[in-house]
């Protein structure tokens, strides 16, 4: 090696060593270490408290406060000292803004130590409060709370009573968050939402506590509602409510929903987007009430442009004698289940003139014990619009072959299949290879899916 060669070599291994030696993190603003520290659990952020005089009090400006209590294989001591550490927090905390703070707490905390952590965070002017309580009893939130002019975001989860009368000024407040609340009335309901001028985005998640006998939501400014009943076991007939919906800004709508009685939904002009999973219980004395709950809501949103189905909603609209045109709908998903009648889908497909985009989705090893009859009818969508198939699940029985020949034979502008099946079959590979195509330049893709490895794909 040269003697120019080995002096690069030495400024070269200079440099590295010199760059490896920095503390770059402590050459940061105030500012952004506070960021970063505002990206970690509250328990975390603290202990950069010992680094440095300077990280003594670093953290205390984080804009977030994150934390958690599960009293899992923990000392005896260690509740007492987390309901110190708490108070710490909060106390010493010399933002005077705080955008986040996040509470999740498993087991028994006196309610007044609870008040006392969301009255600090109220003061603090948060914008976002997020509280997932376990307690063991039924806790009552603040009032306080409920006029903060400062909160953006409400997110409330478990043993939480929203069921008194009170004061309501959220003239801020924009997303709320309401699940398997312990109790949840009407009144308290209409209560919260009138005095949230600017609402934007409704989570209800509700269980067989609450007693809500209709679930009664106006809003002028809402865009987004997300409507769903969690249960591990069976529902009664009792335990079900009602829905009226009053939201002419609504964008998008989820529900996933068991209901006996009926909904009443206003026009929802301005709907884009919507899921719908609506069924009543196995038995129930309403099962024959079951297509006229789902065409209510169907008639509704004649404008969606995005539509995922559930299966047994899916099966009340093939069914039906009449079905409501959907001209906007470019996209439809569906997940498949047992009992869907392919032989009126064609028909379906007549009534969305525009579909581009079709998705069906079957979880592993659901036979689908299905009538198919081969239909001569080629909807408007499939001649002009179709232009991509996505199937999950696809394990090759013979109503999926009977219904993916139908698609590719009568799908004219075509671009792509896509076929996710749970193990690879060269046999019907070289099967769907030989259906006819209504596109000459539709591509097929098989994608092998494993639940421990990523799809591997095969086109053909």
């Not at 070599?9 to 603003?29: A, Q």
């Amino acid at each position: 090696m040269t003697a120019s060669a080995k002096s690069q070599e030495c400024m070269k291994k200079l440099k590295v060593d010199n760059y490896e030696e920095t503390d770059w993190i402590s050459s940061l603003p105030d500012g952004v270490l506070s960021n970063i520290l505002s990206l970690m659990p509250t328990k975390y952020a603290f202990r950069t408290s010992l680094l440095s005089t300077r990280w003594k009090s670093l953290w205390a400006s984080a804009t977030t406060i994150d934390l958690e209590w599960y009293p899992v294989g923990v000392e005896k001591d260690a509740y007492s000292d987390f309901m110190d550490f708490v108070d710490r927090v909060l106390l010493l905390h010399n933002d005077p803004n705080l955008n986040r703070f996040r509470l999740r707490y498993l087991g028994y905390c006196k309610p007044y130590r609870l008040n006392s952590w969301i009255g600090a965070a109220t003061k603090l002017n948060v914008q976002e409060l997020d509280l997932d309580l376990i307690l063991g009893f039924v806790y009552v939130l603040p009032r306080s709370l409920f006029t903060s002019i400062n909160l953006v975001i409400l997110k409330i989860r478990g043993d939480v009573s929203l069921r008194y009368p009170m004061v309501v000024v959220l003239p801020s407040l924009k997303v709320l968050h309401l699940h398997t609340l312990a109790t949840l009335d009407e009144d308290s309901l209409k209560n919260v939402l009138s005095g949230c001028p600017i609402l934007e985005e409704l989570d209800i998640k509700r269980d067989q506590r609450g007693g809500i006998e209709t679930l009664f939501i106006c809003s002028s400014t809402l865009k987004k509602l997300d409507l769903s009943l969690v249960s591990s076991s069976v529902i009664n007939e009792h335990e079900l409510y009602g829905v009226v919906i009053k939201a002419p800004a609504l964008e998008i709508l989820r529900m996933k929903e068991n209901v006996t009685k009926p909904f009443h939904f206003d026009e929802l002009p301005s709907l884009v987007k919507a899921e719908l999973d609506v069924s009543v219980p196995e038995g129930s004395s309403y099962k024959d009430d079951h297509f006229k709950l789902v065409d209510g809501i169907l008639a509704k949103i004649p404008n969606v442009e995005q539509l995922r189905l559930s299966g047994h909603t899916l099966q009340v609209i093939l069914q039906a004698s009449a079905y409501v045109f959907f001209n906007n709908l470019n996209n439809l998903q569906i997940d498949i289940c047992h009992a869907i009648q392919w032989a009126n889908f064609p028909e379906l497909l007549g009534h969305m003139p525009n579909l581009k985009v079709l998705i069906l989705i079957k979880a592993k090893r659901m036979h689908l014990n299905c009538f198919w009859q081969t239909s001569q009818n080629r909807p408007e969508c499939l001649s002009l619009c179709l232009e991509k198939i996505i199937f999950r699940g696809f394990e090759a029985s013979k109503v999926e072959l009977k219904l993916l020949r139908y698609l590719l034979g009568n799908a004219m502008v075509l671009k792509h299949l896509s076929l996710t099946s749970f193990s690879r079959n060269e046999q019907v590979k070289k099967q769907i290879l030989k259906f006819p195509r209504g596109s000459s330049t539709c591509e097929i893709e098989l994608l092998e899916e494993n639940c421990l490895l990523a799809p591997r794909r095969s086109g053909f």
